[in-house]
């Protein structure tokens, strides 16, 4: 990479003129720089470390030769830190080392699209906050962390999940040399608290909101919908999509979401590489292991569904009637799933605009 030049102090900018008219090498901070001679037209910065040379080199002019010199001092320090047992790059500003973490795919180099998007969203507000303030890591403060928290949530429940990816990057960033042992401990001094007069109260569980909606055997519950009204999700859906007839009815006999149903396959070679859920016509049964990945910026043309939540893997028993409607699915999707540009599913349009716009129409609950 090209070394963006950088204009010198005033007295840098002396030592360089005074240097380059009696052709005498002179030191800086331990740095050696040495003026071009009749065998050499470039200016030699050099530095040396237990027995290991840093050398660079600049064109004849003062912001060049400073730039290369600030390189070899960063350098320079890095491992001077390093060998007392300091992070070596807590000089780095920590928006930087954050968006690397994110853009390298977290500690393990493994995130995909939608887990690189979702680090992006948690990780935000800190690299706002930290290229606003433009902190370095080494002067990453508890309080810097609690700004965070704060300012990045409104709910406890959030602000748990803040604590518990910052914790991990806060790891890494000590083993890779960016902070010290100290500062990852930081993460263990703060909590979120919620804006003064708020009268925050924490949400229930998913199961508690799950058993007020569709009830326990204590309470009621909410509505669930007729087959009057699943026929009418159905017909309105098919209006809008080539295939919403069959995807609801599907769904609702087989209970299976909609990125599951998108890639029911009767073909096992396909279930086998990891490309659909199998309908096995024949035992009518079905084996759920797989939800369509839409998440992926660079997606390839050929499907590549991941594992469904927690590894969900069971057979579904079909009755009859929910086999004519499969088959019919299968028929109307060519027996396999298709992802080439003009045949994708528009998955994010098809569950925001047009499930939502039918659910509204008929005046369905949101179930």
Known sequence: MKRAPIEPGEKMAKAIAKAKKSGKLFKADGISIEPPTSRRTTWRIRASFQGSQIDRSATDSPSAINAAFLEVHTILKSKQLGSIGLPENAGELLSDVLEKYIDQGGKDFKWNGKSRKNRQED????????????VTCGQMTTTILRDYINRATRTKGRADHLIKMLRTFLKWGHRAGYFTAQQVLYVEQITWTPPAGSGYVAAESRRKQSQYYFGSEEESGGEIPTHKQVVELADGCQKKYKHGAGLIHT???????????????????????????????????VLISWQFNTTEPDAPKQ??????????????????????????WLLARQKRFRSNRKERILWRYFSQIVLVQCRSFIRLPMW
């Open 303 to 328: 499907p590549k569904p991941k594992l469904a939540e927690l590894q969900r893997f069971h057979m579904l028993k079909i009755s009859r009637q929910a086999l004519m409607f499969i088959s019919g």
């Open 251 to 285: 769904s609702a006999n087989l209970g299976t979401r909609a990125n599951e149903t998108f890639i029911l396959t009767a073909d096992r070679k396909v279930y086998e590489r990891g490309l659909g859920n199998f309908v096995d016509l024949e035992n009518r049964r």
């Open 123 to 134: 990780f935000n507000h800190l690299i706002q906050l930290s290229k606003t303030r433009k």
